[in-house]
């Protein structure tokens, strides 16, 4: 690996857990942030950016259905 490409993949790895703790920080907003079991598990098994919003988006309609049946 070059130097330049060992810039960019760890570039890309500081915007891909800048978007993570965006994506937290708006699921606190909305009274559903992530468990520490859940962060530590995007980190550590490399989630890309894509499957971590489909988790999210899915737990969000969860929600919303367990919340409109009530």
């Known amino acids: 690996m070059t130097k330049d490409e060992k810039g960019s993949s760890d570039e890309a790895l500081v ?3 800048q978007r993570r703790l965006r994506a ?3 699921q606190a907003i909305k009274d559903s942030p992530p468990s520490p079991e859940q962060t530590a598990r995007f980190e550590r098994e490399g989630w890309s950016h894509e499957r971590h919003l489909s988790h999210i988006r899915e737990r969000a309609r969860s ?3 367990i919340h409109a049946a009530e």
Do not use: E
Request: net charge positive.
């Open 63 to 65: 929600a919303a259905m």
């Open 24 to 26: 937290a920080h708006l």
């Open 15 to 17: 915007q891909t857990r």
